[in-house]
């Protein structure tokens, strides 16, 4: 069982800042170059999740580590409070239809889970049915890794309060992340515990084979970032990726072409 107090959300001190960020420079570069053979090859698809407390750096993270890749091969979506349309549905209907296609990276900034974590923190759903919605999580990922050849990335940022209250003040007392605020951060922190609690459930409760969790220590971005890549990475290598290639009649037909 993860248990979450146990974790650092600080990088261990034996690890040096230069020679991780040297790294995670290569591993940003190898995942752009992995990306385009997914992308060329169209057999597989991959699929990242990161999920965290509000200021866990998840759009930090996200520029990181896909600086390198085409933006033609990458969607990226954030699931927020559902629509009246949305929340006529099944919790897990706005989420299917941006299952990743082959061929592509799809990045989840706020995932399914939200729709569990949230509910369940507030209220809106018991213990019970957080359970079965887990359950329908579980079903659902292992669908698209059995059926769709989806390979799957979940991360949790795990920050601390300490610094999420630094990141909450920076966003008030610096005029270009003013953008970022949100009152209600503010008051979603307050359910600090509450949350650190909900998130130790979630996480144990869908860490499967299929689609396992990295718990990410976050308070510091050059080290959250290079586990996420790293993650990312290995993901990718995982598959068996190369560029297509044409029949030699094809290249040798076309070739003969003069002028």
Not at 178 to 185: A, C, L, M, P, R
Request: hydrophobic content about 40%; aromatic content about 10%; charged content about 30%.
């Amino acid at each position: 069982m993860i248990r979450l107090a146990d974790l650092d959300p600080r990088a261990p001190k034996s690890a040096d800042k230069d020679k991780i960020k040297r790294a995670t420079a290569k591993l940003v570069a190898h995942i752009g170059e992995r990306q385009d053979r997914l992308f060329a090859q169209r057999q597989h698809s991959l699929l990242v999740v990161l999920q965290g407390m509000d200021a866990s750096g998840k759009d930090g993270t996200a520029r990181t580590v896909f600086g390198d890749v085409n933006p033609v091969g990458l969607h990226a979506v954030s699931f927020v409070k559902p629509t009246s349309e949305e929340m006529a549905h099944d919790f897990l209907w706005r989420v299917h239809r941006h299952a990743p296609a082959k061929g592509y990276i799809q990045l989840f900034i706020r995932s399914h889970y939200e729709d569990v974590l949230v509910q369940k923190v507030n209220g809106w759903i018991d213990a019970d049915r957080a359970r079965e919605r887990y359950r329908a999580i579980n079903a659902f990922e292992r669908l698209l890794v059995k059926d769709a050849g989806t390979v799957i990335v979940k991360c949790f940022l795990h920050t601390s309060k300490e610094d999420q209250y630094k990141e909450l003040r920076e966003r008030l007392e610096d005029p270009t992340k003013q953008w970022k605020h949100n009152d209600g951060d503010w008051t979603e922190r307050r359910r600090w515990n509450a949350y650190q609690s909900a998130y130790q459930t979630a996480i144990n409760r869908t860490n499967t084979d299929e689609a396992p969790w990295t718990v990410v220590p976050a308070d510091q971005a050059w080290y959250r970032n290079y586990i996420v890549a790293k993650a990312v990475a290995d993901a990718l290598d995982s598959l068996s990726l190369d560029y297509p290639r044409l029949p030699d009649e094809t290249v040798q037909k076309f070739l003969a072409i003069k002028g």
